[in-house]
């Protein structure tokens, strides 16, 4: 097919040439000098499906370790799951691996707001599913409120169950902090109550209790996390809506009542660029505890969803590039929030992260929501971005970013690859 054909082809003559072999010491099969690249994995279809491991990881990671365990190349993984707390992550992919991995390793969709310092004092609405609370006080964040607190104090605001409407008319709300900003960590459980109280703090400015007198605009800031519109889960069904389908509704539900785009302070999570610098600098930081004094020059991103693992990886390999070039604009093809203030500025980043990485290719595996046999965006074939693009709308549909560096059958088969190409 078109996307990738001619990589694929590359792809196994490479891991041809390599061969099955057992991993080597720590080390050794490089003459010990130490790694000068790392890995950035996705999680859901590239090392498990749902609560499955991916047969193929637990080869990977025997592949990536040395005899006690200990991995021989730095790797972070890169998921855009946002519902659970980073050291749960962790210990989920411990087991799924049989290797031991530490927070430190994981960046979930939100892992990049602590660096948003700016909003960590401001009241945040927090709208998602699973720990969101906890997740926002460990980015950071010092004053948050749930979608269930602003549903209590004011519950004349959502009427869609009737089961769950008052029966008496409540007294007014007292006391009751303004909210100065929205965090979307992912997709909520019931999406009607989340639409709903979430449009009516845009539309009054923070204080969802006051009578409505003129819609503000600019609406107040808004931070989301992970745009995956769909995601594969152990379904026969080939994919799951995700939080970019939610935010896909908010967004034109907004539009439709006032006529206005709902604009985002930030876009965090694949594909974003900022997510990647940030799996950089963590990269490095693992590089340097380990001892290993070679800079780190090569990433390698394995995932299985085109529109957000290969997308973001090339989005970020021509970040890469322009920033080698020294052009005032990194990545000519980045979208406005790939390219705004946020993801430049982050002073803890420019400090910590020096410019020695120079590529990030991308490695696409056909054990998750990519399928050999499925129809992809391709410069080849006349197609509407609105049929093919599942991307979000802030980021523009360009053919080449989907197209894939490399095409292999599993995660074991793009580490073989990586490692040769690595002569490793």
């Known amino acids: 097919m078109a996307l990738g054909s001619s990589c694929l082809r590359a792809g196994r003559g490479l891991l041809r040439a390599a061969g099955p072999r057992p991993p080597p010491a720590r080390g050794r099969c490089s003459g010990g000098r130490p790694p000068?690249?790392?890995?950035?994995?996705?999680?859901?279809?590239?090392?498990v499906r749902g609560s499955q491991a991916v047969p193929a990881a637990r080869r990977a990671f025997q592949r990536l370790s040395d005899g006690g365990g200990r991995l021989r190349v730095p790797v972070v993984f890169l998921t855009n799951a946002g519902n659970c707390l980073r050291s749960a992550k962790a210990q989920e992919l411990s087991q799924a691996l049989g290797l031991q991995v530490s927070p430190e390793q994981v960046i979930l969709s939100h892992s990049p707001l602590r660096l948003f310092s700016h909003f960590h004092q401001k009241c945040m609405l927090v709208a998602g599913q699973g720990p969101v609370e906890e997740n926002a006080l460990n980015l950071g964040f010092k004053h948050v409120v749930t979608i269930e607190a602003l549903r209590k104090a004011y519950p004349l605001l959502d009427m869609v169950d009737q089961s769950r409407r008052p029966k008496e008319l409540p007294p007014p709300t007292t006391g009751f902090p303004t909210i100065e900003g929205v965090i979307l960590f992912g997709e909520p459980v019931r999406w009607e109550t989340s639409l709903q109280l979430i449009i009516d703090v845009l539309l009054s400015n923070g204080n969802p209790g006051a009578e409505?007198?003129?819609?503000?605009?600019?609406?107040?800031?808004?931070?989301?996390?992970?745009?995956?519109?769909?995601w594969m889960a152990e379904a026969k069904m080939p994919s799951r809506f995700g939080h970019g389908t939610f935010l896909l509704c908010l967004e034109n539900i907004y539009k439709k009542v006032t006529g206005r785009e709902l604009k985002y302070e930030a876009l965090i999570g694949k594909p974003s660029t900022v997510t990647y610098r940030y799996a950089e600098y963590l990269i490095k930081e693992q590089a340097e505890k380990q001892g290993w004094k070679s800079p780190i020059r090569r990433l390698y991103a394995v995932g299985d969803n085109p529109m957000s693992d290969v997308y973001g990886a090339n989005?970020?390999?021509?970040?890469?590039?322009?920033?080698?070039?020294?052009q005032v604009q990194a990545g000519v093809k980045r979208s406005p929030q790939a390219a705004s203030p946020q993801t430049e500025d982050h002073l803890e980043l420019r400090k910590d992260c020096n410019n020695s990485v120079e590529s990030c290719e991308s490695i696409l595996v056909c054990t998750g929501v990519y399928r050999h046999d499925a129809d992809v965006p391709s410069k080849t074939k006349e197609r509407t971005t609105e049929t093919v693009f599942h991307g979000h709308r802030d980021f523009c549909f360009d053919p080449s970013l989907v197209e894939a560096s490399y095409i292999v059958?599993?995660?074991?088969?793009?580490?073989?690859?990586?490692f040769k190409k690595e002569n490793w």
Request: proline share 6%; charged share 15%; glycine share 4%.
């Open 409 to 418: 059958q599993d995660v074991n088969d793009a580490v073989q690859l990586a």
């Open 36 to 47: 000068a690249f790392g890995f950035l994995f996705d999680v859901d279809g590239v090392l």
């Open 212 to 230: 409505l007198q003129d819609i503000p605009y600019p609406h107040l800031p808004v931070l989301a996390c992970n745009m995956d519109l769909l």
């Open 315 to 326: 989005l970020y390999n021509n970040y890469l590039k322009s920033a080698h070039q020294n």
